[in-house]
């Protein structure tokens, strides 16, 4: 029971109460896309595809989702996993899940993204109702840390375990369907700063 537990998160309707470090606190709360915010922080800004495909849907998704297990385990989705580079940095883990009820009429691009922004196709679509944000503090243990850092590694990059991670998530609607997307700050955010345009 222990080791399910730190495998959940606990999420939260106000950042404050995941007393994050001021520079990581910056981009948590920040509202419209953020593809728009970290390009204007880049001079390059890339979508980096881990994968897409079917996947369990982890236990603290569920019910965020509306997928009542009532004790048992959840059931699978469809999953999309990448990594947000500014400069060839990553700086963002984004997990995204849509329940496998959906169908093409609900999310007709999720399946053909590719390497475009998920973020510029949902702020883009009329029909896309945003929910709230949530902000969680991710323990080494919680899934999407262990993914977070497995990825970097693979990039020569590494965090240590016991460094928390803190993530912010939002639910989509679209039509019948739903779309929870995930977003793990990495440290490497904090040191991006604003392009400054060359007046001259």
């Given at each position: 029971m222990r080791e399910r537990s730190l495998r959940r998160a606990n999420w939260y309707r106000h950042v404050l109460a995941v007393n994050a470090p001021p520079a990581l606190a910056r981009w948590l709360a920040s509202g419209g896309s953020l593809t728009a915010r970290l390009?204007?922080?880049?001079?390059?800004?890339?979508?980096?595809?881990l994968h897409q495909h079917a996947?369990?849907?982890?236990a603290d998704e569920a019910a965020a989702l509306g997928l009542h297990t009532m004790g048992k385990r959840p059931g699978r989705c469809w999953e999309r996993e990448v990594l947000l580079r500014c400069d060839n940095t990553p700086v963002v883990f984004a997990h995204t899940v849509v329940p496998m009820s959906a169908d093409a009429s609900d999310w007709p691009l999720f399946s053909a993204l590719g390497e475009r922004s998920l973020g510029t196709t949902l702020f883009g679509d009329p029909?896309?109702?945003?929910?709230?944000?949530?902000?969680?503090?991710?323990?080494?243990?919680?899934?999407?840390?262990?993914?977070?850092?497995?990825a970097l590694a693979a990039q020569g990059c590494a965090i240590p375990e016991e460094r928390l991670l803190y993530a912010r998530r939002c639910l989509y609607r679209r039509r019948q369907g739903t779309l929870l997307v995930t977003e793990v700050f990495l440290p490497q955010v904090a040191a991006l700063v604003p392009k400054t345009s060359n007046t001259r």
């Open positions: 390009s204007a922080h880049a001079g390059a800004f890339r979508v980096q595809v996947a369990p849907c982890l029909m896309v109702a945003r929910g709230e944000l949530e902000y969680a503090r991710l323990r080494g243990s919680h899934p999407l840390a262990r993914r977070a850092r497995a």
